[in-house]
């Protein structure tokens, strides 16, 4: 359901500026305006968090709408009162993002910013970060689903293994999900700290020297919990068959597994489809994208300098350069 950003009531006197710093904010506005200079192009913000990178195209391209999709209803409500000046130019709405389909047909422009938001790792009860203590929630929706506290009361030893393995790269893997299932057999993991003490405990002292031990636990069992990857392999295509001919998409991952789902899917639509041996090039064939960047490009010193949050990101553009003929045809 649409909620207009006029009618959402202020609340509260958070700073959000100067708690959220949006990631490459200009090569994002630079890659996605040339798609959005007719008046009444549909912007789509996939991933709106606190609303920066929306604020910004709404306040450079005047001419456009907005259509903010979230799952985090505290992001939604923070978003609101950002974006409230800019009535009914904003539509938000409260749904996991491989519900794009619905919302961004016909879109000029669509924008990913995925991962963990600054809201969700600076609200420390949210249990995101292995550096606070917190309940073991990691709920991007916190009105539904399980938390991570339930997948490591629940899972089996060989379940976590895979999780930690497949979501986390994590090396040690095995020895972790047997450490937590030893743990649990005590008391039940509730706590990150406990958590993270439980992994600090199973973690032999050079490995520890690498790196926090907790770091790719927690990935893990975020992505889990969320169902990221998931989510990400079905909206990626999605977004992409509902934007217009000439408009384009922007996709900032963080890590290298959401990247890898980004970069086939871009590489997939901007091949062409013609079989091997075949003389001529049929329209059909002929690819549906052209990728706008040379790779995944990355933040450049000045900004990692500055926010630290930018230091992992990948950024990909693509833009729709041909309907798919067989949609069109039906």
């Given amino acids: 359901m649409g909620i207009r950003a006029r009618d959402r009531k ?8 100067r708690i959220h710093t949006p990631v490459m904010l200009d090569r994002c506005v630079e890659l996605l305006a040339p798609a959005l200079q007719n008046d009444g192009a549909v912007l789509v913000d996939a991933t709106l968090g606190m609303g920066g990178h929306a604020e910004a195209f ?3 391209l005047p001419n456009i709408r907005l259509v903010g999709l979230d799952r985090d209803t505290d992001a939604l409500r923070i978003a609101g009162e950002r974006l409230a000046r800019f009535g009914d130019r904003v539509t938000l709405v409260h749904t996991v993002y491989d519900a794009i389909g619905e919302h961004a047909k016909g879109a000029s422009g669509i924008l990913f910013d995925l991962g963990v938001s600054s809201l969700q790792l600076d609200e420390a009860e949210r249990g995101f970060a292995y550096a606070k203590d917190a309940p073991l ?4 929706d916190q009105s539904s689903g399980v938390t ?8 089996s030893e060989g379940q976590l293994r895979r999780i930690f393995e497949r979501y986390g790269e994590e090396k040690l893997a095995g020895r972790y999900a047997r450490a937590i ?5 005590q008391a039940p993991l509730e706590r990150s700290g406990r958590l993270v003490e439980v992994l600090q405990e199973a973690t032999p002292a050079a490995v520890q020297r690498a790196g926090h031990p907790a770091k790719r636990v927690f990935q893990a069992l975020r992505i889990e919990v969320n169902r990221e990857l998931n989510v990400l392999a079905d909206a990626i295509p999605a977004a992409m068959g509902a934007l217009t001919v000439g408009g384009r998409i922007v996709v900032m991952s963080y890590q290298s597994l959401e990247d890898r789902l980004v970069k086939q899917a871009f590489a997939a639509a901007s091949a062409s489809t013609a079989p091997a041996g075949l003389p001529v090039e049929l329209p059909e064939h002929a690819p549906r994208f052209r990728t706008l960047t040379k790779g995944a490009e990355m933040a450049d010193e000045a900004e990692r300098a500055a926010n630290p949050r930018a230091i992992p990101v990948r950024l990909r553009a693509a833009e729709r350069v041909r309907d798919d003929q067989r949609s069109a045809a039906r």
């Fill in 137 to 140: 929630d990691m709920r991007m």
């Fill in 181 to 185: 299932v030893q743990a649990r057999a």
């Fill in 148 to 155: 991570a506290a339930e997948v490591l009361a629940t899972y």
């Fill in 10 to 17: 202020a609340e509260g006197t958070m700073d959000i500026r």
């Fill in 58 to 60: 709404l306040e450079r």
